[in-house]
């Protein structure tokens, strides 16, 4: 199985930074690769799909990139909405996985 | 407009079985890739199963041979059918829709305990 690794597990960052999270592939994946935004006792959201498309109603502050094993998912200017739980995740298997999660926090 | 409810959560004892339902309106579950992911209290996205269109059925690891997928076209129902429940398969059980997972349920509890 494909195994996905995130990158930090816990950020801490202010309002108006730039951040970015990583995520590896233990093999190519393409760019069958996705992220979402978890916050406490909510449902996932896909921000980004194939690696670097915008989901539909997405702030243009996210962005995706990367193919092969090697990605990475930056928001430009860090929001008090964005403070949360993002996970990436393969598809490019028959059985997708989930990155371990990289928490944002407020520092 | 897409929508999906799941339902059939609950606490159940080990080694015991349960069906879990995700009702489905807004468009045909046969028509596209549904997925059961899981999350433990406390901890990360699992992805546990797809069905895709065509009937073809995939599963994580830990969960095969114990877990069944299936849909009902005519409820336009996805189901996870649980067998062997084990403690560490607690978690909120979502099902979720598409190749990248666009749409998902609000999520349905289950608790393996004693």
């Known amino acids: 199985d494909i195994q996905m690794t995130q990158s930090p597990s816990t950020l801490s960052a202010s309002v108006g930074d730039r951040v970015t999270i990583t995520c590896r592939a233990s093999q190519s994946i393409s760019s069958w690769l996705a992220w979402y935004q978890q916050k406490p006792g909510k449902v996932p959201k896909l921000l980004i799909f194939?690696?670097?498309s915008l989901e539909s109603g997405v702030p243009s502050r996210f962005s995706g990139s990367g193919s092969g094993t090697e990605f990475s998912l930056t928001i430009s200017s860090l929001q008090p909405d964005d403070f949360a739980t993002y996970y990436c995740q393969q598809y490019n298997s028959d059985s997708r996985t989930f990155g371990q999660g990289t928490k944002v926090e407020i520092k | 407009e897409v929508q999906l409810v799941e339902s059939g959560g609950g606490l159940i004892q080990p080694g015991g079985s349960l069906r879990l339902s995700c009702a489905a309106s807004?468009?045909?579950?046969?028509?596209?890739?549904m997925s059961w992911v899981r999350q433990a209290p406390g901890k990360g996205l699992e992805w546990v199963s797809v069905i895709y269109g065509g009937g073809s059925t995939y599963y994580a690891d830990f969960v095969k041979g114990r877990f069944t997928i299936s849909r009902d076209n005519s409820k336009n129902t996805l189901y996870l059918q649980m067998n062997s429940l084990r403690a560490e398969d607690t978690a909120v059980y979502y099902c979720?829709?598409?190749?990248?997972?666009?749409?998902w349920g609000q999520g349905t509890l289950v608790t393996v305990s004693s």
């Open positions: 979720a829709r598409g190749w990248a997972f666009g749409y």
């Open positions: 807004g468009f045909t579950v046969s028509s596209d890739y």
């Open positions: 194939k690696a670097s």
